[in-house]
C-alpha cells in the first residue's frame, strides 16, 4: 500500500520538502552508530541527527501522519534533495555532505525564522540546531582540510564529489515565500568557499548539478543507493500493515 | 605501613578514595581492569542496538533508540575518564580491547535478531546492568562511584523504555506478541550470566569486597533480579522461559532453574555467536578512523598557537 | 502480514530447510552482480547463483507459495544454515563458502539422488549442478590459496572465518530419512581438507558451531546480517500487497 | 595499392573482412573503438539492472533478470574476444574504460529508479539496441558480424521479457500502472538518444558506411524505432511522453518531437545522472578484483606443467 499526503496545500509540499530532507539526513548520520571513528563523535553525529529526526517529525506531522509518511511512501514520492541521501562514504564525505546541507539550512531556517509563514516557529529552533551542525562541519572541515596529506587529499575528493549535488538546493521550494533564493545561494558559497579556502582546499569548479533535464530530489527523482536506504527503513513497517509500535 | 593504614582507615569509614589518594597497586589494578570492561561494554553494547536504528519501525521509537546508543558513547566517555584517573590512557585501554586482552561484557555477544529484542535488551539487559551497578554509586573509588550516579540514572531510564517497547508488543497485533515472547527467551538466561558466575565459582569478588567496590555477591544480585523480573514479566503478559521459576514462601525469594554455564564459559573463551563479529566491527571502525584522528592531531599541532583554527572536538 | 506455512508434514520443514538454504545462497551470489573480480566470474557466479534460485523454487513449491514463503516470511521463519547468509566479504571469503557448502550440498544430493523420498527428483538434477559448483569452488581455492602470498593470506582468513558454520550442516534435517549424518561429515571433512591441504592451506582447528544452546539457523537463529538481506529483498514485495508481478 | 583494392572489393561484394585478410588502418581503429564501446556498454549496462536483482518482487522475475544481467557479461565477452581479433587486449581496452578514455552507451548513465525501470529498459533500451544492431548483423568485418548474430538473438529474447514485465504492471494494480507509465516516461527520450546525434552532426557516419560497418543513417534507425514502439506502447497500454508524435500518412512515419540535444551532449560530456557512479563502481571493482587475478596468474605460472593445479578459469 503506498500512502501519499493530500496534496491541496502548498505548505504541504514544502513541509514534505524540509521534512524529507531531515529525516534522509538523520538516517544517513544514524548508520553511523557504533563504529565513528572517536567516541566523541559517536556523540556529536548522534546529536545532529537527533535534532534532524525531530525536524523531520514536525515538519512530516504538518503534511500528515509522520510515519504513514516516512515508511508508506515509495520512493518516488520522496522530495529530499539528492544530496542527504548520498551513502557516508568515509567519514570526509560524511563532513563534506554535513558542511554543504548545514550553511544552506542555517542560512535558509535564519530567513524562514524571521518571517511569518507557517514554518517560522520551527525554524527559530532549527536554526540554533543547524548552527551547531554548522560549526560542526566547518571545524572538521578545517581540520581534515588541513590535517595531514591523506585527510587533506581525502577531504578535497568528498568536496569535489559532492559538488554536483549542490546547485539544486537553491531552486525554489514551492510552498516558500520570501526567500531571495539566488541571494541565498550567493550568501551559501561565499560561506562555503571560505571555509574550504581556509582549510587549504580548492573550491571545486564543476557543474553544481546533472544534466538531466527531469529534475532532481525535489521532484522526486532521487539516485539509486536511496531505494536501498528505503528498503532498510521501510521494511520492519511495512512487514506489520496496521500495527503500532 | 602509614599509607596502607589511612587506606583501610578510610575505606572502613565509607569515605571516597580520590586520584590523588595513595592506594594499594592491586586495588588501583582491580579498579582498571573494573572500569575499562565497563566501558568496553558500553561501547560494544552500541553494536547490537545500532543494528535496528536504520530499520526502527516508527519515528518516535527511532529518536528513542537513537538516545539510548548515543547515552551509551557517554558512558563510554565518562567511564574512559574514569579511568584516566587512575593513569591510563583510553587509547591504552581500546589497544586492549581490540587485542583480545580485555573483556566487555559477555551479553553481547548475542545477535538481535528482531525489533522485540531492543526491547528485551532495555528490559532485561539493562534491568540487570542497574542491578549490579546501582550499589557501586556507593564505590570506594570516588570518580569511579560518581560516574556510576549519572549512568546509573540513564540506564533506568532505558530499562522503563525497554519495557514499554515490550509492553506496546505484548498488546499489540499477535505477531508483535509473539517476537516479544520470543525475544524474551532468548535474552533471559544471558541476562542472569550477566550476574557472573556462582559465588562459589567467582574470582574476585571476596577481595572487592573487602575494597567496597563490591558491595554484594554474584548470587545475591542475581536473585535481586529475578525477584524484579517475576512480577515485570507479569504485568507485560511474557512469561519467562524457567520452568522451575517459582515463589519460595520459606526464602522470600523466587526458586529458579539451573544456569547452563557451560554455555556462560564457551561464550566468554570467544566461541558466543557473535563475538568474532562484535570486535571485528570494532576493530575496523578503529582502524578506518585512524587518519581521523590523526588528521585532528595534525591539526591541533600546527594551530596550538593560533586561534583561527578548529578546536579539539 | 506474516505467512507461516503449514507445518503439518516433516517434508514441508525439510523442503523450506534445503529451499531456503538455495534461495538465500543464491541472492548473496547474485550481489556480486556487476562487480566480479573478473567477467568469466560474473558468468560463473550468475550461473550458480541460477541453479540454486531453480533448486529453491522447486523446494519452496513443494512447502507452499514460493513467492509467499520466500518474500513474506520473517527472519525467525527462515530455515537455511548460517553459513549461507554470511555476507560475500571478499572474493576469498565467497568461494570459502561456496567450498564448504557445494561440497556438502553434492555429498547430500548424491545421497538423496540414490533413495526414493521425496527429494530425489530434484536432488538427482541438483547432484549435477552442485558437481559443478564445487569443481569450480575447489578450482578457485587453489589458485587463490597456491597463488600469490596475500590471495594466500586471503584464502586462509575466509576458511577460518567461515569454519565455525561448518557444524550446523551435519546437524539432521527433519524430514529427511536415510541419511548417515555423521558418515557424511566424516566424508566432507576429508574431501574439505584434502582441498585445503593442495591448496597449501592450514585446516582450521576452531570450534565448528557456536556455544549458543538455543540453536542456529535450522531452528531459525541467524546472524545481525542477515535480517538486512531480507529487508531488501521483500521490500518491494512487500511494499505492494496481494500484486502479481 | 593491390591491399587495398582487394579489400575495396570485398566489401563492395558483401563479403567478410577476416582477422588475417589485410585492412586499413583507419578501418581496423574504426572497429576497435566501435566494439570496444559495445563490449563496455554491455558490462557498464550490467549495473542499472543488478541494482534491482536484490530486490526482485518475485522469485521468477529474479531469474529472468539474473540470467539478463549474465547473459550481458556474456556479450561482454564475445565482443572482447571480437576486438581481440584486430589486436588489441581486453586488459588494453579495460583500462582504457577506466581511464575516461573510451566510452560506453550513455544510456546507462540514467539510474533505474524503480523495478519498472527494468522493464523499460528491457523494451525500450533492448528494443533500441536491436535496431542498431542487427544491420551489424552483415556488418563488413566477420568476427564482429557473428558475435552480432548471437547477441541479436539474445537481445530480442530480453526485449520480449521487458515488455511483458511492463505489461503485467500495466495490468495490475493502479500503483503497479502508475510505476510502468513513469519508467516509461523517464526512458523514452534517453532511448531515442541512443541512435546518436541527427544525422547532420554524426561524426563517423560516411566513412562507416562506405566500409559497410555500419548501413542505415541514425535518424533512419531512430524513424524505424519510433515506428515500432508506437503500436508496442498502445498494446502496453501505456502512453510515450510527446505530445507532438502521430502518424504521417504522407511520409508512412510517426512524427515526433523534438529531442533536446544539450541534454545529450551534457551526458556524453559525463554530466549525467550517474556518469561518475559507474565509472567509479567499475573502477573499483576492477582494483578489489586485481588480487585475484594476479592470484589465478600466478597459481597458472606455478603449475604449467602439472596436471594437478587448478585449470585457468
Known amino acids: 500500500m503506498t500512502t501519499t499526503p493530500a496534496a491541496d496545500s502548498v505548505t504541504t509540499a514544502a513541509a514534505l520538502a524540509l521534512g524529507d530532507d531531515a529525516l534522509v539526513l538523520s538516517h544517513r548520520l544514524g548508520e553511523w552508530a557504533g563504529h565513528a571513528p572517536v567516541l566523541e563523535e559517536e556523540v556529536a553525529l548522534a546529536n545532529i541527527a537527533l535534532d534532524l529526526l525531530g525536524q523531520a517529525r514536525v515538519l512530516l506531522s504538518?503534511?500528515?501522519?509522520?510515519?504513514?509518511?516516512?515508511?508508506?511512501?515509495?520512493?518516488?514520492?520522496?522530495?529530499?534533495?539528492?544530496?542527504?541521501?548520498?551513502?557516508?562514504?568515509?567519514?570526509?564525505?560524511?563532513?563534506?555532505r554535513q558542511l554543504y546541507f548545514s550553511v544552506y539550512q542555517h542560512l535558509l531556517h535564519d530567513r524562514l525564522a524571521a518571517g511569518d509563514g507557517p514554518f517560522a516557529p520551527l525554524a527559530g529552533k532549527a536554526v540554533k540546531e543547524a548552527a551547531y551542525h554548522r560549526d560542526h562541519a566547518e571545524q572538521w572541515t578545517l581540520r581534515l582540510g588541513d590535517?595531514?596529506?591523506?585527510?587533506?587529499?581525502?577531504?578535497?575528493?568528498?568536496?569535489?564529489?559532492?559538488?554536483?549535488?549542490?546547485?539544486?538546493?537553491?531552486?525554489?521550494?514551492?510552498?516558500?515565500?520570501?526567500?531571495?533564493?539566488?541571494?541565498?545561494?550567493?550568501?551559501?558559497?561565499?560561506?562555503?568557499?571560505?571555509?574550504?579556502?581556509?582549510?587549504?582546499?580548492?573550491?571545486?569548479?564543476?557543474?553544481?548539478?546533472?544534466?538531466?533535464?527531469?529534475?532532481?530530489?525535489?521532484?522526486g527523482l532521487h539516485t539509486e543507493p536511496f531505494g536501498r536506504m528505503l528498503a532498510e527503513m521501510q521494511h520492519l513497517h511495512r512487514s506489520h500493515p496496521g500495527a503500532t509500535w | 605501613d602509614a599509607f596502607q593504614r589511612a587506606f583501610d582507615a578510610a575505606v572502613a569509614a565509607e569515605e571516597r578514595i580520590e586520584p590523588r589518594d595513595w592506594m594499594p597497586?592491586?586495588?588501583?589494578?582491580?579498579?582498571?581492569?573494573?572500569?575499562?570492561?565497563?566501558?568496553?561494554?558500553?561501547?560494544?553494547?552500541?553494536?547490537?542496538?545500532?543494528?535496528?536504528?536504520?530499520?526502527?519501525p516508527s519515528l518516535r521509537r527511532k529518536a528513542i533508540l537513537m538516545a539510548k546508543v548515543q547515552d551509551e558513547a557517554g558512558h563510554g566517555l565518562y567511564l574512559y575518564s574514569?579511568?584516566?584517573?587512575?593513569?591510563?590512557?583510553?587509547?591504552?585501554?581500546?589497544?586492549?580491547?581490540?587485542?583480545?586482552?580485555?573483556?566487555?561484557?559477555?551479553?553481547?555477544?548475542?545477535?538481535?535478531?528482531?525489533?522485540?529484542?531492543?526491547?528485551?535488551?532495555?528490559?532485561?539487559?539493562?534491568?540487570?546492568?542497574?542491578?549490579?551497578q546501582v550499589?557501586?554509586?556507593?564505590?570506594?573509588?570516588?570518580?569511579?562511584?560518581?560516574?556510576?550516579?549519572?549512568?546509573?540514572?540513564?540506564?533506568?531510564?532505558?530499562?522503563?523504555?525497554?519495557?514499554?517497547?515490550?509492553?506496546?508488543?505484548?498488546?499489540?497485533?499477535?505477531?508483535?506478541?509473539?517476537?516479544?515472547?520470543?525475544?524474551?527467551?532468548r535474552w533471559w538466561w544471558p541476562s542472569l550470566m550477566m550476574f557472573g558466575p556462582p559465588d562459589d565459582a567467582s574470582q574476585h569478588s571476596a577481595q572487592s569486597m573487602a575494597w567496597k567496590i563490591k558491595r554484594h555477591s554474584n548470587d545475591e544480585l542475581r536473585q535481586r533480579f529475578v525477584d524484579i523480573c517475576v512480577p515485570q514479566a507479569e504485568s507485560l503478559g511474557l512469561t519467562l522461559p524457567d520452568p522451575d521459576l517459582k515463589w519460595n514462601e520459606e526464602r522470600g525469594h523466587h526458586d529458579f532453574g539451573a544456569i547452563d554455564w557451560s554455555e556462560f564459559w564457551d561464550v566468554l573463551r570467544g566461541n558466543g555467536p557473535c563475538n568474532d563479529q562484535r570486535l571485528s566491527r570494532r576493530r575496523t571502525?578503529?582502524?578506518?578512523g585512524a587518519w581521523v584522528r590523526e588528521a585532528a592531531a595534525a591539526h591541533a599541532a600546527k594551530h596550538s598557537n593560533d586561534t583561527t583554527g578548529a578546536t579539539r572536538a
Chains 1, 3 share one sequence.
Open chain 1, 62 to 96: 504538518m503534511a500528515g501522519d509522520e510515519d504513514e509518511l516516512a515508511f508508506l511512501r515509495e520512493e518516488r514520492a520522496f522530495r529530499n534533495l539528492q544530496l542527504v541521501e548520498q551513502p557516508n562514504g568515509d567519514f570526509a564525505h560524511t563532513i563534506a
Open chain 2, 25 to 56: 597497586d592491586a586495588y588501583r589494578a582491580t579498579l582498571v581492569r573494573q572500569i575499562a570492561q565497563h566501558a568496553h561494554s558500553e561501547i560494544i553494547g552500541m553494536q547490537p542496538e545500532a543494528n535496528w536504528i536504520t530499520r526502527a
Open chain 2, 135 to 185: 550499589p557501586l554509586c556507593r564505590c570506594s573509588y570516588g570518580p569511579y562511584a560518581r560516574a556510576m550516579v549519572r549512568i546509573c540514572k540513564e540506564e533506568s531510564f532505558h530499562q522503563r523504555q525497554g519495557y514499554e517497547l515490550l509492553l506496546a508488543l505484548s498488546q499489540g497485533t499477535p505477531e508483535q506478541h509473539a517476537m516479544a515472547q520470543d525475544a524474551v527467551d
Open chain 1, 147 to 219: 590535517g595531514t596529506d591523506e585527510s587533506h587529499a581525502r577531504m578535497q575528493r568528498a568536496v569535489d564529489a559532492l559538488w554536483r549535488f549542490t546547485g539544486e538546493m537553491f531552486q525554489p521550494v514551492e510552498g516558500i515565500d520570501g526567500i531571495d533564493w539566488p541571494g541565498l545561494e550567493r550568501t551559501w558559497r561565499e560561506a562555503v568557499e571560505d571555509v574550504l579556502v581556509r582549510a587549504t582546499l580548492t573550491v571545486p569548479d564543476g557543474p553544481r548539478s546533472g544534466a538531466w533535464r527531469a529534475g532532481a530530489g525535489r521532484q
Open chain 2, 285 to 288: 571502525a578503529h582502524e578506518e
Open chain 2, 82 to 132: 574514569a579511568a584516566e584517573t587512575l593513569g591510563v590512557s583510553r587509547d591504552e585501554l581500546l589497544d586492549k580491547l581490540h587485542a583480545g586482552r580485555q573483556k566487555y561484557s559477555s551479553i553481547f555477544n548475542y545477535p538481535t535478531l528482531t525489533w522485540a529484542d531492543v526491547g528485551a535488551i532495555g528490559w532485561l539487559v539493562d534491568g540487570a546492568a542497574i542491578t549490579n
